[in-house]
């Protein structure tokens, strides 16, 4: 449109004069001024080229007929319009090529051509990809303001939220997502689901608002009708390992709520996934102990799940178990330490309408005196109010800003 309006300001051709005596004609002559001109053999009559408008002279109305003279008389019918004597005004060329940089000025700086910073690559849109020869996923988070803590770092439960978003966009990539949420076209047809059974979690330093983070993860086999999937979290900018986990999952049918053995067409869509490595995160042999009312030092009764709380399979998320588990932990002991790994086993889901207790017990019968001891070892159970056990867990704390973890070097997941 640019382009058009400016070649029509360079090039003004007239258009070509059309008869008087047809109907629609615009003549360019004296026609132009509404007159018809007279002929009467060689003696014709023309009107003047710059007659005037009536006018008033002492009262008297004088016409533009008194204009007209004879042919003899009559100067000569102006020159044709051309190209070269109506060439526009040098203002209005002045103005057309204003118009014609300014629009190409704006349409040039709304191209994305310009090079983005280092800290504008950090997959903006949360897409992630399937890297190492299609057995890894990889996505990368920003820490926002509103999943810090109080002490200014990513919260736990913020970092399991990663893990828990990286495992389904996996799924997504790799084309295996049916209708259900996490499950595969051949779940989707035997109404099953995963469920995780159990949980290793090792976090060497949270990362803070406006950290960059990088998660990958794979999955691999666990006996024979189970899944393991392992995750690790990097900082994208050193590469140092933040957090390291493993999890089991199994299946469940959805409407008995009963596990399932693995089925043999499951299987076949997702043993090509499967990558022969150990787990990130060794499995810690010890039991966990037995934990009621007449050994637990803390108790928070009544958690109640939300509406929110709840995922698409219409139980408590598994992220808000570690936030119930929390809640019956002592304030100082929280304010002074912070979680540095966490064995999560998860004996039954948790339903809408179902209460929950919250029980703790802090290694050497309390948390006094213990901020300065190093590690602390906590037991954890979650249960119905009528004593079904949903977790049990084992947390390992450290004296806040004490990073005496070391680093978790890196693990030979490029190999994978």
Known sequence: MVATAATSVFFQVASLPLESGKLGGVPTNADTLGIKSKSSGTGRLKVKANAQAPSKVKGNRVGVMEGLKNDDDAPASPPPRTFINQLP???????????????????????????RR??????????????????????????????I??????????????????????????GLLGDGFGSTPEMCKKNLIWV?????????????????????????????????????????????ILTRASSVWVMMNKETRRISKLPPE?????????VDLPPVV?????KLSKLDESTADYIRTGLTPRWNDLDINQHVNNVKYIGWILESAPLPFLESNEL????????????????????????????????????????????LEGGSEIVKARTKWRPKHANTFGSLGQLPVESA
């Open 118 to 147: 280092p800290d504008m690559l950090v997959d903006p849109f949360g897409l992630g990809k399937i890297v190492q020869d299609g057995l890894v996923f990889s996505q990368n988070f920003s820490i926002r303001s509103y999943e």
């Open 266 to 274: 499951v299987r076949g869509e997702i043993g090509s996934y499967f």
């Open 282 to 286: 060794d499995e810690d042999g010890r």
């Open 149 to 174: 803590g109080a002490d200014r770092t990513a919260s736990i439960e913020t970092m399991m939220n990663h893990l828990q978003e990286t495992a389904l966009n996996h799924v997504k990539s790799a």
């Open 340 to 383: 540095s790994g966490m064995t999560l086993e998860y004996r039954r889901e948790c339903r809408r309408d179902n209460v929950v207790q919250s029980l703790t017990t802090v290694s050497g019968g309390g948390a006094g005196g213990l901020v300065d001891s190093g590690y602390v070892e906590c037991q954890h159970l979650l249960r």
């Open 196 to 240: 995780v059974t159990k949980m290793n979690v090792l976090v060497d330093r949270y990362p803070m608002w406006g950290d960059k983070v990088q998660v990958d993860t794979w999955i691999a086999a666990s006996g024979k009708n189970g899944l393991r999937r392992d995750w690790l979290v990097r900082d994208w900018q050193t590469g140092d």
């Open 89 to 115: 005004d040098w203002s209005m060329l002045l103005a057309a090529i204003t118009t014609i940089f300014l629009a190409a000025e704006k349409q040039w700086m709304m191209l994305d051509w310009k090079p």
